[in-house]
């Protein structure tokens, strides 16, 4: 996207780096678009990658919403449970360490899960922990099925701390 088309709006943002403002630019390509829209678009490697982590999600957690935020795929229901974000998606100065690392399985509550073999990566982070993918090969379905009943589990405690406030 060349700095010509970026949006009037974008330069109200507070950003000040051409970077800066590609990346809010393409994000907000995304906005409105489908789940499935998003995933057609990257590449068909990711998008293996992507579907299989999905079919997981949806196989673990039937009740979810999924739903497009920040122009990825992300899962609700009390709170934002877990996202599956496909390297080409990522914009601006963190792209090539991220295309290296592959697609990006998050966990925004990892802070609370168990970890006990450090598999989902902190970052820096204090509260999501991710792992990342670079081919089917590389997931470990049991695994990610006790990452997602955890998870769930994590975000019903959500649910009761909001039902003893009513």
């Not at 789940?35 to 196989?59: G, N, T």
């Not at 922990?129 to 470990?140: G, H, Q, R, V």
């Amino acid at each position: 996207m060349e700095e010509g088309n970026l949006p009037i709006g974008l330069l109200t943002h507070g950003c000040h780096r051409l970077s800066e403002l590609v990346a809010m630019a393409k994000m907000l390509h995304n906005k409105g678009r489908s789940v499935d829209e998003i995933i057609d678009q990257v590449p068909a490697e990711e998008q293996k990658i992507v579907r299989r982590l999905r079919s997981l999600i949806h196989e673990c957690l039937p009740h979810v919403l999924e739903k497009n935020s920040y122009g990825a795929p992300f899962y609700t229901r009390n709170k934002m449970i877990c996202f599956v974000w496909p390297p080409s998606l990522f914009w601006g100065s963190k792209n090539r360490t991220l295309q290296e690392r592959g697609v990006t399985l998050g966990f925004c509550q990892g802070n609370r899960m168990m970890n006990e073999h450090k598999l989902l990566l902190k970052e820096g982070r204090k509260q999501m922990y991710c792992i990342y993918y670079k081919s089917l090969a590389e997931i470990d379905e049991d695994q990610v099925r006790a990452w997602l009943y955890e998870a769930d589990l994590i975000d019903q405690e959500f649910n009761k701390k909001r039902k003893k406030v009513r």
